[in-house]
């Protein structure tokens, strides 16, 4: 048996430049710590729809962590371990509002939050795109509109995120409109994101329908961009609720001030948050948003509000391959963790409390499946154990 032997590592490639006294009022609990932070965040300059392209050419928006080649990082077409499907690397591949029939032709803005949930709210009492307005805010907030390839954007539309189950997917095609969906779902694009029907959803009673999982390398960034928006703009998430007609687009919302998102939907986003930890892409990308516009995204800065606020996930993703997955002894003894699995693993990450990735194993070496942990810091982590695009997170205390 091959031992595994973990260090702590920290990276000094993104330090969070969180400035000197910005989160001095955020000191409650639960939902009394997401109002502090609602407050703090709606001390926001606002900016144009447009000024998010130059936002996006700045480096922080680039490609400096996989192929490194200073092109635009697309979370919804990079490619972690492969060469990438297309290199948007100029300012000529930016697009508005055109639709393509495939990807790789430009990118645009897109809202993880969909328009369609928010806006009607402000057209409703006639505001709509006034600088004075929250919908000029919400329209404009680069910390929930990242850019992405446009005919993704389009293929996903309002659908809510989510867990797809299905296998022998097929690339997607088709979708040139009026709904712009796949004709083929479930299906997956250039980097293996996926949309389809996921009949264990279960958002609400009013949707049942088709959903859209990004690759695991960017559900952390799409979970704490979500958990932003409703932190952000808690004190008009009720009217933006009641308002919105789109039972797609609201299916991830319950109607909140306080909690904001959908019970399922919200043990998604929590699970994601602490599977895939920040990043330093993120922290340099909320640096940046924070020169752009001058708030920041708190759970990029302080991961572990997220359980401060809404809890800690009440069971992690766990799928068929990793159903009878073991790990013990739990506490550790002599430092050491022994991990049975009935497949092979393919990623072995250890996670600080503070959602902190501290050490990865990429094709961990074992005796028949089973892996040997040794010499582990003291603390309590988490464990992510990866196999065939499936994950399982164990809590783990090292005395």
Not at 158 to 185: E, H, K, M, Q, V
Request: glycine share 6%; hydrophobic share 35%.
């Amino acid at each position: 048996m091959k031992r595994i032997i973990i260090f702590l590592l920290f990276s000094t490639s993104a330090i969070a430049q969180i400035p000197n006294g910005y989160y001095d009022s955020a000191t409650g609990t639960g939902f009394a710590l997401k109002s502090q932070l609602h407050i703090i965040l709606k001390n926001y300059i606002p900016k144009s729809y447009n000024s998010l392209w130059s936002l996006y050419s700045h480096s922080a928006y680039r490609d400096n962590y996989y192929e490194n080649d200073g092109s635009l990082l697309d979370i919804y077409s990079e490619k972690i371990d492969e060469i990438d499907f297309t290199n948007y690397n100029s300012t000529l591949l930016e697009c508005g509002s055109t639709t393509t029939s495939y990807e790789g032709l430009c990118y645009n803005r897109e809202h993880l939050i969909p328009e369609s949930f928010f806006e009607p709210y402000f057209i409703s009492i006639g505001i709509n795109t006034s600088i004075n307005s929250v919908a000029y805010y919400a329209k404009n907030d680069a910390h929930f509109i990242p850019p992405t390839d446009i005919r993704v954007n389009a293929w996903r539309g309002n659908l809510p995120f989510g867990r797809i189950y299905a296998t022998n997917l097929n690339p997607c095609a088709g979708g040139d409109g009026p709904s712009y969906s796949p004709t083929n779902l479930p299906c997956y694009t250039s980097n293996i994101s996926k949309i389809g029907f996921n009949n264990n959803s279960g958002y609400s009673a009013g949707y049942s329908g088709n959903v859209f999982e990004p690759i695991d390398e960017f559900k952390g960034d799409v979970a704490r961009a979500v958990l932003y928006f409703v932190t952000r703009y808690e004190d008009v998430l009720p009217l933006m609720y009641s308002t919105c007609s789109n039972t797609t687009a609201k299916a991830m919302f319950d109607g909140s001030a306080s909690q904001g998102l959908n019970p399922t939907f919200l043990s998604i986003m929590k699970t994601w948050h602490q599977n895939d930890p920040v990043s330093a892409r993120e922290i340099a990308i909320n640096n940046r948003i924070y020169t752009h516009q001058s708030n920041r995204n708190p759970f990029v800065d302080h991961p572990e509000w997220v359980a401060t606020i809404w809890g800690s996930p009440l069971q992690t993703e766990t799928f068929e391959l990793l159903s009878a997955v073991s790990v013990y002894p739990n506490p550790a003894v002599d430092n050491r963790i022994i991990i049975e699995s009935e497949t092979v693993l393919d990623e072995i990450d250890l996670i600080s409390i503070n959602g902190q990735l501290m050490q990865q194993i990429k094709n961990p070496s074992s005796n028949n499946n089973t892996y040997s942990l040794e010499n582990l810091p003291q603390g309590f982590y988490f464990l992510k154990l990866s196999s065939n695009n499936e994950s399982i997170t164990k809590k783990i205390i090292i005395n």
